[in-house]
């Protein structure tokens, strides 16, 4: 698990397709490759949204992240749990969050998926086991943990899965949960998305030592690093990671290393890193890589990927109509919910 | 009636819930091979095994994440998480405010967070000051949490079961100081609902309130002030938030003048939000400008004479008393 292999390495090693020994249908894999899609073109709207004044507040972009986000998720069962921090849009979206309730909630609207009351950082679905959208970093991993405990505690062979960004393994918290999940053999997997940087502070600035994942030796847990711009060898690590947290019980961390294309927000000029640096990792870019390779072994035709490209074209406009006719929160829920 | 201290109360109120709500476990450190700290969680280990009653490391961020998100995940887990003591809970402040405050409001009200932390507050006895901290203010501050803070057996056993089963996080203070104070606590099932304050003396001529230990202080005092022909009514609000302002009030306008008594610091305090609004609600009911006796405000000195000059006194309420009544 430890080696990166980008999925060029693996076509040129193989004769068969990159998820051939993954038992994924094409319908799977077609729902992959736009998942991925839908967020890069939910978000890039977003964006634009934002810079109408539509959306307010702070706004993390997922775009560069998707293989990461829907990697991690599509093997997922219904009755599993997902938490992640503040950059949820993508996440929510790969669990089957609608489009249109997601662009509802960064327009703060009554029809968002939180009611317009959680805003960009706090998207939630607890019907479908997206336990959100956290906005203090490091502070939900603990959560997260909570989720695994409990199905434990109730005898459900659910697990959790927990994204974070790599500054927060930084925090102290971090370390009080990783030491406790293997301690209590929770059925969670911390998938710590690597983009480089914590806001603009480059890993290296911040982060004593060169291999994030082994800050898990310490607790003698399964760990390794996967690269995150390709969203099958995220499919395969993760197929492994939960099936040691749902048959054997144990937690697993995984580094995937991954990069935004943008902004750390939307109000990130980013001159802390090179434009050169940037366009590198766009020529790995995880859906552009996919669609190829989808391509490459006839999963999908070109034409197939253009159809696709203007249902999602419509999805995503029919989502920001859908946000911008909504209403606002009636001011009388003003008090609702504080407690149960 | 059998006669508890108040740590076999709380014991028992822990032992009966866990009995009833399989859900139902308690977490922290020492609780369970140790019996606990103070010895409240007695024979809960042996009962019920390592599933249920669980020793955790010292991390109490950690352990106090853990029972948030086990709450929230709404398949009928309801963790009773034990601060050691409310000082060290500082350290889980973030999981606490940030967390288990806000989850019910900002998902709309997806979750419900049903967990009691619970664990003794405010100085105890030449502990220094990073052991002799009052923060039920600080807790009672945030929305989205209920502070409760018993001051008998009776109460801290019924007030607890109420904490349990309810579908919010409770903030349940203790006093180390009282874990042996002893009353009578009945057999049979009883509930406090919380929110629910309690007379706990009657009287005409002042009120003076008062919770967890500062209610003796304030019985004390009345009993004193009886010898003068001065007749206290001792109000104990036993839930800061929801705070009962009902019987407050009510108790304000017969009796026209009001003491408060705190062992936390006193800027903003839960003293100065209760006087903020007797003087709104019942200002043409008081013959006086409400008074308010707290720790001094600076961090707690060890030497035991500094110490019990800081700390409100039956002397210092008998004087705040007086000077209401205007003697």
Known sequence: ?340 | MAVLQIREAINQAIDEEMERDSGVFIMGEEVAQYNGAYKVTQGLWKKYGDKRVIDTPITEAGFAGIGIGAAMTGIGVRPIVEMMTWNFAILAFDQIINHAAKASYMSAGQFKVPIVFRGPNGPAHMLGAQHSQALESMMAHVPGLIVMTPSTPFDAKGMLKAAIRDDNPVIFMESEMMYGNKGEVPEEEYIIPIGKGDIKREGTDVTIIAWTKMVAVALKAAEELQKEGINAEVLDPRTLRPLDEELIIESVKKTNRCVIVEDSWPFASVGTEIAHRIHTIAFDYLDAPVEKINSADIPMPYAENLEHAALPSSEKVIAAVKKVLYR
């Open chain 1, 1 to 340: 698990m430890e080696k990166i292999k980008t999925m060029k390495e693996e076509k040129k090693k193989n004769a068969q397709a990159p998820w051939a020994d993954l038992n994924l249908s094409n319908e799977k894999l077609i729902k992959i490759y736009r998942d991925m899609l839908l967020i890069r073109r939910f978000e890039e709207r977003a964006a634009q949204e934002y810079g109408k004044g539509k959306i307010g507040g702070f706004c993390h972009l997922y775009i560069g992240q998707e293989a990461t986000g829907v990697g991690a998720i599509a093997p997922l069962r219904e009755d599993d749990f997902i938490y992640t921090a503040y950059r949820d849009h993508g996440q929510a979206i790969a669990r089957g969050m609608s489009s249109k309730g997601c662009m509802a909630e960064l327009f703060g609207k009554a029809t968002g998926v939180s009611k317009g009351i959680g805003g960009s950082m706090h998207f939630y679905d607890l019907s479908k086991g997206f336990m959100g959208g956290w906005g203090i970093v490091g502070g939900h991993p603990p959560l997260a943990a909570g989720s695994a405990f409990a199905t434990k505690y109730q005898g459900r062979d659910s697990v959790t899965i927990c994204f974070m960004g790599e500054a927060s393994t930084n925090q102290g918290v971090f370390h009080e949960i990783l030491n406790m999940a293997m301690l209590w053999k929770l059925p969670i997997i911390f998938i710590c998305e690597n983009n480089g940087y914590g806001m603009g502070t480059a890993i290296s600035r911040a982060m004593a030592g060169e291999h994030l994942f082994e800050k898990a030796a310490g607790y003698e847990m399964a760990r390794g690093a996967v690269n995150g711009m390709d969203v099958i060898e995220m499919y395969r690590e993760m197929s492994v990671a939960i099936e040691r947290a749902r048959k054997e019980s144990l937690p697993t961390f995984l580094e995937a290393r991954t990069y935004r294309f943008r902004g750390h927000s939307m109000s990130d000029p980013g001159q802390y890193r090179t434009k050169d640096e940037i366009d590198e990792y766009k020529k790995r870019d995880p859906i552009e890589t996919f669609g190829s390779a989808l391509k490459q072994w006839n999963v999908l035709s070109e034409s197939a990927i253009e159809k696709l490209e203007e249902e999602i074209k419509a999805e995503v406009q029919e989502a920001v109509e859908f946000a911008d006719a909504s209403p606002q929160p009636p001011i009388d829920v003003l008090y609702d919910h504080v407690y149960a």
